[in-house]
C-alpha cells in the first residue's frame, strides 16, 4: 500500500514555464518531506526537503510548498529549464530512518 | 563527496540463479538501504542495515536476503532469482544523527532475469 500518492505520473510544459507536483500523504507521523530528482542513468539525489514546522521552503528555481492540514506537498520549479527534464520523487519519513517514496513524475521540459 | 558504487550496471541472470549484487560506500555511513525502482510505483524498500551484521526488513522483502558484514558494504542477494524480480535496483547510505536525513543513491543495477 503506498503511504505517499504522487501526481502526476508524467508532465510536459514548455521552456519557461511552471511545473507542478503534488504528493499526499497519510501517516501524521511523518516529519521530514524530501524531494529527489534522478536523471537517466543516474541515482535519484536530494533536491530539496522541508519539515512540517514550515509551509514553504526555496531553493533556488525549486520551491516546495506544504499544507499540513491537508496533509500535501508540491514541488515547483520556476522558470523551468531543458536540464530540469528528469524524474522526480517526493518522500516522507517516520520514526527511524525509513522513507516512504510516491510514485514519481517524469518532466519534460521542451525547449 | 560521497561515492556509493554498485558492482554491475547491467545483469542478466537465468531464472532459479542465486545473484548477488553489491554496494560499497566511502563515507564511513551507518545506514545502507537497497530499493527497487519499478515504473510506477517508485522506489520501494527492501531491506536496510543500521549497523554491521544488523539488518531490518522493508516493505518487499520476499524473495531476498541481505547481508552486511563491514560496515562500508551491503549486499542483496536473490537466492532463486525469479522474472518478477527484473527491475533496477538501487543502494543508498545515510549517516546517522539528528536532523541528517539525506539518503545518496548509487547509479543502480538493471536486472533482467530470464
Known amino acids: 500500500q503506498q503511504q505517499v500518492k504522487q501526481s502526476p505520473q508524467s508532465l510536459i510544459v514548455q521552456k519557461g514555464g511552471i511545473p507542478i507536483i503534488n504528493c499526499a500523504y497519510e501517516?501524521?507521523?511523518?516529519?521530514?518531506f524530501p524531494w529527489y530528482q534522478q536523471f537517466p542513468g543516474k541515482g535519484p539525489a536530494l533536491l530539496i526537503a522541508i519539515r512540517p514546522d514550515v509551509s514553504e521552503k526555496k531553493e533556488g528555481r525549486f520551491t516546495i510548498s506544504f499544507n499540513k492540514s491537508a496533509k500535501q506537498f508540491s514541488l515547483h520549479i520556476m522558470d523551468s529549464q531543458p536540464g530540469d527534464s528528469a524524474t522526480y520523487f517526493c518522500?516522507?519519513?517516520?520514526?527511524?530512518?525509513?522513507?516512504?517514496f510516491g510514485e514519481g513524475t517524469q518532466l519534460t521540459v521542451n525547449p | 563527496d560521497v561515492k556509493v558504487t554498485q558492482s554491475s550496471r547491467y545483469l542478466v541472470k537465468r531464472t532459479g540463479e542465486k545473484v548477488f549484487l553489491e554496494c560499497v560506500q566511502d563515507?564511513?555511513?551507518?545506514?545502507m538501504f537497497w530499493y527497487r525502482q519499478d515504473p510506477g510505483l517508485g522506489l520501494r524498500l527492501i531491506y536496510f542495515?543500521?549497523?554491521?551484521?544488523?539488518?531490518e526488513k522493508g516493505d518487499i522483502p520476499e524473495g531476498y536476503s541481505v547481508s552486511r558484514e563491514k560496515k562500508e558494504r551491503f549486499s542483496l542477494i536473490l537466492e532463486s532469482a525469479s522474472t518478477n524480480q527484473t527491475s533496477m535496483y538501487l543502494c543508498a547510505s545515510k549517516t546517522s544523527g539528528p536532523y541528517q536525513e539525506t539518503q545518496y543513491f548509487g547509479p543502480g543495477t538493471r536486472l533482467l532475469v530470464l
Open positions: 518522500a516522507a519519513k517516520g520514526s527511524g530512518s525509513r522513507l516512504t
Open positions: 563515507m564511513d555511513h551507518e545506514n
Open positions: 501517516n501524521t507521523a511523518f516529519d521530514y
Open positions: 542495515s543500521y549497523d554491521v551484521k544488523m539488518k
